[in-house]
């Protein structure tokens, strides 16, 4: 019988699929997809700190955004924030789910929660400035660590990556 890698790994009751990259001060994750377009969303961290996500409003679909230029705008029941892109390029597609139910992000941050899609124009050099694996996983530890932050809380309805 051979023993399956785990695909996503635990800190602090906080869960982080392997094989995303993550900016972990930010708590963003960014997925490559098999046609070169990635997919941007919140960690389980994010949406443990946040608490109840309300609402979330995205910036024009079709322009251009440079790193760190801000795509959409987060209000949760303890914060008002904007996610700030970890990749450059062209914003494709807002996930529209997120406008009815923005709760998603809580129930479902790594799958039905994401945030938007871009089409990268520097795809090797932002991902360069993230985190994957193993690498991620203790530079989460180490950031929990300092600042004292406790277990994730997972909603009823939770969906596992």
């Known amino acids: 019988m051979t023993r399956e890698t785990p695909r996503f790994a635990l800190v602090r009751s906080c869960i982080l699929p392997l094989d995303l ?22 960690s389980d961290v994010a949406q443990t700190v946040a608490g109840r996500i309300l609402h979330v409003t995205f910036r024009s679909v079709g322009r251009y955004y440079a790193y760190d230029a801000t795509v959409a705008v987060i209000e949760s029941a303890k914060w008002l924030g904007a996610y700030r892109t970890p990749v450059s390029g062209v914003f494709l597609e807002m996930n529209q789910a997120l406008l009815a139910d923005p709760e998603l992000i809580n129930r479902s941050p790594y799958r039905r929660g994401w945030l938007v899609r871009i089409q990268p124009d520097a795809l090797a050099r932002d991902l360069a400035r993230l985190l994957t694996g193993e690498e991620a996983v203790a530079a989460y530890e180490r950031f929990m660590a300092s600042r004292g932050l406790d277990d994730c809380v997972h909603c009823e309805g939770y969906e596992l990556p």
């Open 21 to 42: 990259h993550y900016r972990v001060e930010q708590h963003q994750w960014v997925r490559v997809e098999a046609d070169g377009t990635v997919t941007l969303g919140l």
